[in-house]
């Protein structure tokens, strides 16, 4: 189901896959997500991808930059991934 809009109730995300790449001060992460209006269904409402740019300041990471990006429902986001598998935070 492609994204549609705001909801008036909330949703469930589950994050299924994440890669990250450390480089110095900065990093990548990308993480592979399901939502679903009801927990217990066995198919996402919709599937997303976080991209995260991030920079290390002393002991603390600062987020540079954000992008989320709703799946297009004739794309495969990541083979690697298995849906309804949540990863540990």
Known sequence: K????????GFHECEI???????GRFAVAYSVVESRSDRTSPAPDFVGVN????YRDGTQ???M???Y???DP???I????????????
């Open 78 to 89: 990541t083979p690697a991934a298995t849906s309804g598998q949540c990863l540990d935070p």
């Open 17 to 23: 896959h994440r890669t990250v790449h450390v480089h």
């Open 74 to 76: 004739a794309l495969t």
């Open 2 to 9: 492609a994204f549609q809009g705001l909801r008036e109730t």
């Open 51 to 54: 991209g995260i740019h991030l």
């Open 61 to 63: 990471w600062k987020v």
């Open 69 to 71: 990006y709703v799946q």
């Open 65 to 67: 930059s954000l992008a």
